[in-house]
């Protein structure tokens, strides 16, 4: 498979392939987990051991973070399981000879979806559908669907031709060719597509608490517009460890769907 460029025909931002070497994906897989677990075993302990007044306190009961985790945990989940429903579907279509010609305006619609200010796209949502985990969700679809079709489409157009021809000259179906050649052979590029995407929904999921969605952005919004720093800092770092954790589960999942000698 070749090496993908720096940006693409349309003017779009290049698929990030995540060519990475196999023993740093390994050592990320031990060790970020252990780093996940220090950092919010040090956030625990200051939790237990902090002066908070009552508005602090109440705001980071262990109740309350374990709920307001939950529930950003859940947008993240539904999020991402409509994106990949939707982008690789629809990138498999485009590298299709009738639909590739779709290929170059669709992923420009989409890169201007990610574009888009989040804020700007869960707020216009909230107006136009109501607030709610349902506008949430169809935002952080909206806004994380690109880079998953766009490794969908470079993962299968880098497959090399001579492997598809030669699958179709021992009679394999257009559908076989396709589910037993060229999806293999382009996982790799579509989990890192997906993983890169998990990542920004879930720090993407932090504005959902501003129509009513839940997650862990109440602690940033409560930590501003009541200057109490704690719970300010208290959301960011959850935040940004369930987004290592995410990021941490992906790696797995991806070592574990990578065909024996992809890596």
């Known amino acids: 498979m070749s090496q993908a460029t720096d940006e693409t025909t349309d003017g779009a931002p290049a698929a990030d392939t995540g060519v990475e070497d196999r023993r740093t994906t390994i050592g990320l897989v031990i060790g970020l987990p252990l780093l996940c677990a220090v950092v ?12 908070l007044d009552d508005i602090e306190a109440r705001q980071l009961a262990w109740g309350t973070i374990l709920d307001l985790t939950r529930e950003h945990i859940v947008l993240t989940l539904i999020s991402t399981v409509v ?16 639909l590739r010609r779709f290929a170059s305006p669709i992923t420009a619609f989409a890169n201007a979806g990610q ?23 169809l935002a952080l679809a909206i806004y994380a669907f690109l ?14 031709q001579t492997l598809v021809e030669a699958a179709r000259g021992m009679g394999m179906s257009g559908a076989d060719v396709l589910r ?42 409560t930590g501003i517009s009541l200057f109490r720093y704690p719970v300010l ?31």
Request: no cysteine; hydrophobic share 60%.
């Open 40 to 51: 919010l075993g040090g956030w625990a302990i200051w939790r237990a051991t902090a002066d």
């Open 147 to 160: 880079p998953v079709l766009r490794n969908t489409i470079v993962g299968l157009e880098q497959v090399d």
């Open 115 to 137: 574009a888009a200010p989040v804020i700007g796209v869960v707020v216009l949502l909230a107006i136009w559908l109501g607030f709610g985990t349902s506008t949430a969700v």
């Open 233 to 263: 800092v208290s959301g960011a770092l959850i935040i940004a460890v369930l987004a290592l954790l995410i990021d941490w589960a992906g790696r797995v999942l991806e070592l574990l769907l990578t065909p024996k000698g992809m890596s």
């Open 180 to 221: 037993r050649v060229e999806l293999p052979l382009a996982l790799p590029v579509i989990m890192v597509g997906a993983r890169t995407a998990l990542v920004l929904l879930v720090g993407a999921a932090s504005f959902a608490t501003f129509i009513n969605a839940g997650g862990l952005g109440a602690l940033i919004v």
């Open 83 to 98: 994106v990949l429903v939707t982008a690789i579907p629809t990138g498999i279509l485009l590298t299709r000879p009738r």
